[in-house]
């Protein structure tokens, strides 16, 4: 397997450090019972009835899972509706004044929802989108920041059936292009613009570069007036605000959705260079999400929580939005970044709202640790009662600051390692039952199964590195995986028995199952907690006139940036700094910001096998300095040495 891993993949390949919870938080955990793995195994698939039970069914399923075989109809026969679940069933249960949303603005200012109010705007909305012509089962894209009107949105779409199609409000016009005709989506919801550092970014003039690039015309667009800086509307185009005054105190009934209608799409990169779909179900997803929120983030409806994540990506949708709300609990959601206006906006975020379960990215953390550890320290943290990670490994050392630091010691960690493909958490410890070891994500779930194979299909020995497939399917499966589709080139690489689904991701594990993620063996590369195809950068590359060829590759020194692209050049045109920096507005303009190389070496040539394919692991090893192994599989191996040269020489 390919050598894609951290600078710390020795100290965590040695770890073996046991720290169990606390009795405090034991005492008051949702799972403390530790037969609740054997039941799971004993009791497959009905055991996973548990994680219907978090939810109001119209129609109660006749089947938990109905055959063992694609297509996997979990919950099958059952009816459903997420927003009911989400905003309708506390307010009926009498929870209507509890906070359900608390938001604060880039600079401080605060919008606080009940269930109640959620309610009233959600169901507005939702007769707006129905006025607008968007019935069950069509497409709403929404390109929003993380202002409240996003995930009244994504409920009112919930309420009418309508999956959503979320795209991060970073991404360029180009991408929000490509997603919209990926959706078939011909609504769009989006906002004049937002502040990111201070700075106003202008979304509203992206989404109009993007229906120009679109394939098909939009037909709708409704314009959320953030900045209020909303200067002319087109055909076919409203403020939201116009359209929620406009039906105000309307209500929508809730439409009965089928257990495996579409809850949402959602786009992630993949292994070639078009972005992959990914549709989620509404019985299936709902539960996994909300029974993970329950059991894993420990969540409570009287607890205040913050997530960190964007509801841009998949985090956000499972952890900001449907499983807090779901439970009734409140989401706490900020516009902009940890550290504008300071570095100790989220500890400040944390001791103003008492927030009880705080979920958050490594590379959030190691910036945390950067900063300055006085910050965390001069803030009242003790509202805390369990931390999360997610997105990619955490080394120990960031653990150990983040367990005494921010949980002063008495919180547990849980490392959750899932993915977008699989919708919820998949592999973590239960908080109240398990220890932790840290820089190890843990078992997989009870109900789950993973296992770490070779490429043949074998069980790899214990500590030794394989990949890590998923052997039995799962509530929160998307649709493709339910349809039996191998998600093609990736399920294709390996050889193993019966149904499995393989994640990408190489790890091992230890003598007691805990399974230690290690990083992407495909081409995915996780920058700073991002994830991004590399196919999908270099075709971007390979655009800007005068490039013949491009490979990138992941930095693991997030201080000397994320991501290196090696790029040759056709005869004549000179690798200067004005090249440099079109490759880079090129990517930003066909994908965002995030993706911008932050270092193009020009080379004569990139190292390759007889045939053809580009080898990236040598370049990896080139950028961060590592030994590279045999090159005598490359058609030009001496080509590896050279690349080394001009890297080190600069
Ligand atoms: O490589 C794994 C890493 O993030 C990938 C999934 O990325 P994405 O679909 O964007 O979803 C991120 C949020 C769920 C995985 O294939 N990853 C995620 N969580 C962990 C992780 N790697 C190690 N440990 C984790 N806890």
Request: net charge negative.
């Amino acid at each position: 397997m390919s050598n894609r891993r951290g600078p710390d993949f020795e100290t965590r390949m040695a770890e073996d450090e046991e720290i169990p919870p606390s009795p405090q938080f034991v005492e008051q955990a949702t799972v403390t019972d530790d037969s609740v793995s054997d039941e799971f195994e004993e009791n497959w698939p009905d055991c996973w009835a548990r994680a219907a039970a978090t939810l109001d069914w119209f129609d109660p399923y006749e089947s938990v899972l109905p055959d063992d075989e694609p297509p996997f109809e979990w919950f099958a026969g059952g009816t459903l509706n997420a927003c009911y679940n989400c905003v309708d069933r506390h307010v009926e249960a009498g929870a209507e004044n509890r906070v359900a949303i608390k938001w604060e603005s880039h600079l401080g200012e605060t919008r606080t929802y009940t269930y109640q109010d959620l309610y009233r705007e959600v169901n507005e909305f939702a007769a707006a989108l129905r006025a607008q012509g968007v019935e069950a089962d069509d497409v709403v894209t929404l390109y929003m920041p993380m202002i409240p009107e996003l995930p009244i949105a994504m409920l009112a779409c919930a309420r009418i059936g309508a999956p959503h199609n979320v795209v991060f409000a970073g991404l360029s016009a180009d991408a929000l292009a490509t997603r919209l005709e990926s959706a078939d989506s011909v609504f769009l919801v989006t906002c004049d613009g937002y502040y990111r550092r201070g700075s106003a970014i202008f979304l509203k003039s992206k989404a109009d570069d993007a229906r120009l690039k679109a394939a098909h015309d939009l037909e709708e667009m409704v314009v959320v007036e953030h900045l209020g800086e909303t200067e002319h509307l087109g055909a076919g185009q409203h403020t939201y605000e116009e359209l929620v005054a406009a039906h105000a105190g309307a209500e929508v009934a809730p439409v009965e959705r089928a257990a495996d209608d579409v809850l949402f799409l959602i786009h992630t990169s993949g292994t070639t260079g078009e972005p992959k779909r990914v549709e989620h179900v509404t019985g299936g997803y709902l539960a996994h999400v909300a029974w993970t929120s329950q059991t894993v983030l420990d969540l409570d409806p009287e607890d205040t929580y913050l997530c960190t994540a964007n509801i841009g990506w998949i985090s956000g949708h499972s952890y900001v939005v449907y499983g807090p709300l779901a439970l009734g609990a409140t989401a706490v959601m900020y516009e902009g970044t940890p550290n504008y206006p300071e570095r100790d906006r989220i500890w400040d975020l944390i001791e103003e709202n008492a927030v009880d379960v705080f979920y958050t990215a490594p590379t959030a953390i190691r910036s945390f640790m950067k900063w300055d550890t006085s910050l965390p320290a001069s803030r009242d943290l003790s509202s805390l009662r369990l931390l999360g990670t997610v997105g990619e490994p955490i080394d120990p050392r960031a653990w150990h600051w983040y367990y005494e630091h921010i949980g002063n010691g008495n919180c547990p960690i849980v490392d959750t390692w899932w993915q977008t493909e699989t919708g919820g958490m998949m592999i973590t410890t239960l908080p109240g039952v398990e220890k932790m070891k840290p820089g190890s994500a843990g078992p997989p779930l009870p109900g789950v199964g993973a296992r770490v194979v070779d490429g043949r299909g074998e069980e790899v020995p214990v500590n030794e590195a394989g990949y890590l497939v998923l052997t039995r399917p799962w509530p929160g499966m998307p649709l493709a995986l339910r349809h039996g589709h191998r998600w093609g080139e990736e399920a294709a690489k390996l050889d193993v028995d019966g149904w499995h689904y393989f994640t990408g991701d190489g790890a091992k594990v230890d003598d007691d199952g805990y399974i230690t993620v290690l990083g992407r063996v495909d081409d995915v590369i996780n920058v700073s907690g991002h994830r991004l195809g590399t196919m999908e950068i270099e075709s971007a590359i390979v655009g800007v006139e005068g490039v013949v060829e491009a490979a990138v590759v992941s930095v693991d020194d997030a201080e000397a940036g994320g991501i290196h692209a090696y790029v040759t050049l056709e005869t004549g045109v000179s690798g200067d700094d004005d090249l440099r920096e079109r490759i880079a507005a090129h990517v930003r303009e066909r994908i965002g910001p995030i993706a911008t190389p932050d270092a193009v070496v020009f080379t004569p040539d990139l190292p390759k096998t007889r045939s053809g394919k580009i080898m990236r692991r040598f370049l990896e090893n080139i950028t961060n300095g590592e030994e590279f192994g045999d090159t005598s599989a490359l058609q030009n191996p001496e080509i590896v040495g050279e690349l080394e040269s001009i890297v080190r020489d600069g």
